[in-house]
């Protein structure tokens, strides 16, 4: 069975401290990872899709980047307003659209 | 322009229950999609509909949860005879099809069984 997991499940930083998310997948065939944020009380927003390895996308103080194996989200001088929980999934190789993991629950205090 | 929308936001039903949970997608959006979040767990699917193909249900957990979609817009779950265990939030996302992993969620449905 298809596997997403994510470390740390929660991480405190203070504001202006930089660092990393991780996800780390088994799939056969990854045919995309995708990353949302969802903040309390709302359904997940869409952020990041990458496709392959090598792969870089920024938003902001953002920027995810993909392995075969895993995928990090790096989060620069990350601001209080950047609190939520980040969640990656990647399409199931059987017919389920996504596969989510369990999310790492990010809190930045100022 | 309006985002996916569902309703109601909080239902508390006693066990045994039936209870309906409505999503209204974002306009021309031909993929529908229900997951279920449990504290502490990741995201579940439930159930897909694709267009006017026939939906997948492979992630329903029991045959007390069904769903349909009406004009190809509006999609309602049901749950039969709540149990305690279905407590979690509903969620509903939407997307164009081809772009079926950029999904647009809704702000979910907080199903509480006592």
């Known amino acids: 069975e298809d596997q997403v997991t994510q470390s740390p499940e929660a991480l405190r930083l203070q504001e202006g401290e930089s660092s990393s998310l991780n996800c780390s997948y088994t799939v056969s065939g990854l045919r995309g990872l995708f990353w949302y944020r969802q903040d309390p009380g709302k359904g997940p927003e869409f952020l990041f899709t990458?496709?392959?390895a090598g792969e870089e996308k920024e938003k902001e103080r953002l920027k995810a980047t993909l392995t075969k194996k895993e995928s990090f989200l790096h989060i620069t001088a990350p601001k209080p307003e950047d609190s939520a929980t980040y969640l990656c999934?990647?399409?199931?190789?059987?017919?389920?659209?996504?596969?989510f993991g369990k999310g790492t629950r990010l809190s930045v205090i100022a | 322009g309006a985002g996916v929308s569902q309703s109601p936001s909080n239902k508390v039903t006693e066990k045994g229950k039936d209870v309906e949970l409505r999503c209204d997608p974002i306009s021309g959006h031909t993929a529908l999609y229900w997951y279920r979040q449990s504290l502490g767990q990741g995201l579940e699917f439930l159930i897909y509909f694709q267009g006017n193909s026939a939906p997948d249900k492979s992630g329903l957990p029991s045959d007390r949860f069904s769903a349909e979609r009406t004009g190809g817009s509006v999609s309602t779950l049901t749950i039969q005879r709540t149990q305690q265990e279905d407590s979690a939030v509903y969620l509903c996302?939407?997307?164009?099809?081809?772009?079926?992993?950029?999904?647009?969620f809704g702000p979910g449905t907080r199903l509480t069984v006592t």
């Open positions: 996302a939407s997307s164009f099809i081809g772009e079926a992993y950029e999904q647009y």
């Open positions: 990458l496709y392959s």
């Open positions: 999934a990647v399409p199931n190789s059987g017919n389920t659209p996504l596969v």
